[in-house]
């Protein structure tokens, strides 16, 4: 496609629950961000690829985070045990180059609601 | 503490109006990007900032980078119902890109 495909689009899970979201970036863009949107506040970083090496992980709230690129393309982040905190919308990114400084290509997101 | 502060929060005006939000910080920073999120989707990054003192214009839109590298601004001249939206300020350090909270502006028709 033409541009950054995230699925699904809204998903509710229960309290517990385990949870898989899914990023298809631009073809051919190397690096690869997941940041998380709370409601009434600017997206945060949670993670960062460059092809299929995982560069940073720092902004990962918790072990009950994990993203993986296994391939250098798709994207999945998954959650463990979600919790009512863990709602927001998950937002993945793309960018051509290796630097991560290039621009960056936002898909619309998935809006996690945990009940 | 945030690392960037964007003023304001929000910001209500009727259609044909002027306005302009901030961006400030107490670092300095080698660039800043301004983006617009519309509701349901993600940011999309309207411009770059460089050189401290810049002013780069986008249509009716104005961006200005303070002389010191530590502020931005957006001025929208005869704001249009279009320009509705979260308008977003981000610096990138290191591949991680910072975000501020925002102004979340709507334009009344």
């Known amino acids: 496609g033409a541009g950054v495909s995230q699925s699904p689009r809204y998903k509710v899970a229960k309290r517990g629950q385990d949870v898989a979201l899914r990023c298809d970036p631009i073809s051919g863009h190397v690096s690869l961000f997941w940041y998380q949107q709370a409601l009434g506040q600017g997206p945060e970083f949670l993670t960062y690829f460059q092809n299929e090496a995982q560069l940073d992980k720092s902004g990962l709230p918790s072990d009950r985070f994990f993203a993986e690129r296994p391939e250098g393309s798709v994207s999945t982040l998954k959650i463990q045990r979600t919790q009512q905190e863990d709602s927001a919308v998950y937002l993945c990114?793309?960018?051509?180059?290796?630097?991560?400084?290039?621009?960056?290509?936002f898909g619309s997101g998935t809006q996690l609601s945990v009940l | 503490t945030q690392l960037l502060e964007q003023s304001p929060q929000f910001l209500s005006i009727q259609e044909g109006e002027n306005l302009t939000v901030y961006c400030n910080s107490s670092?300095?920073?080698?660039?800043l990007q301004w983006y617009r999120q519309e509701p349901g989707e993600g940011p999309v990054l309207l411009v770059t900032?460089?050189?401290?003192?810049e002013v780069k214009k986008l249509k009716r839109l104005t961006f200005q980078f303070g002389d010191a590298r530590k502020d931005s601004s957006l001025h929208i001249t005869a704001a249009q119902p279009g320009d509705t939206g979260l308008y977003l300020c981000?610096?990138?350090?290191?591949?991680?890109?910072?975000f501020g909270d925002g102004t979340t502006l709507t334009v009344k028709p």
């Open positions: 670092s300095v920073f080698s660039s």
């Open positions: 981000s610096i990138t350090n290191a591949g991680k890109s910072t």
């Open positions: 900032v460089v050189t401290g003192g």
């Open positions: 990114a793309s960018s051509l180059g290796l630097t991560g400084s290039e621009k960056l290509f």
